[in-house]
């Protein structure tokens, strides 16, 4: 997909931007990262329940992930 040589800035901005709704939107709830969501992974799967908070976990290490990935380019 070329990552390695698309503009970082979009990217950046999407991400910020990602961050700054999903914070939004905890904030805005009680509790909010015990709260359980149904997940599907894609179309026809079965869905699961996660948290809240699993599943920004899950993302951040995800980010991580990517974040090694880049540094060894």
Do not use: W
């Amino acid at each position: 997909m070329n990552y390695d040589t698309a503009p970082i800035d979009p990217a950046l901005a999407t991400l910020r931007g990602l961050c700054q709704h999903i914070s939004n939107i905890v904030r805005s709830k009680d509790n909010a990262l015990q709260c359980e969501v149904r997940l599907f992974d894609s179309p026809g799967a079965e869905t699961y329940s996660m948290t809240v908070e699993a599943i920004l976990r899950h993302e951040v290490d995800h980010a991580e992930e990517h974040l090694l990935e880049i540094r060894k380019l």
